[in-house]
Nanobody, 120 residues
């Protein structure tokens, strides 16, 4: 069992930055960020595996950076040049045995989410 706790969400103006954190209760093989805007499906944002291999969804490439601190089992998402359409609840996800593509069904463990609101 893995507990995940996100932090760092908030409200900023378009063009601003936020840094999300996700503290995991144990080491994992794969961690990712997802987001879900009101009325929309949950979509994958970025994923990183234990070897540091990273993938982003196209809409955040060049603006968001995923990273992890293996010593503290903490996942980060640095979000720059934020846009109104980045507004969503952001979720941390993890899996212990595989690192698949950015679909929710590929991840067994989820945090409660942290809200990110961008004002235009």
């Amino acid at each position: 069992q893995v507990q995940l706790e996100e932090s760092g969400g908030g409200s900023v103006q378009a063009g601003g930055s936020l840094r999300l954190s996700c503290a995991a209760s144990t080491s994992t093989y794969c961690m990712a960020w997802f987001r879900q805007a009101s009325g929309n499906r949950r979509e994958g944002v970025a994923v990183i595996d234990s070897d540091g291999i990273i993938s982003y969804t196209d809409s955040v490439k060049g603006r968001f950076t995923i990273s992890q601190d293996n010593a503290s089992n903490t996942l980060y998402l640095q979000m720059n040049s934020l846009k109104f359409e980045d507004t969503a609840m952001y979720y941390c996800a993890a899996d212990l045995s595989r690192c698949g593509t950015l679909y929710p069904q590929n991840f067994a463990y989820w945090g409660q989410g942290t809200q990110v609101t961008i004002s235009s």
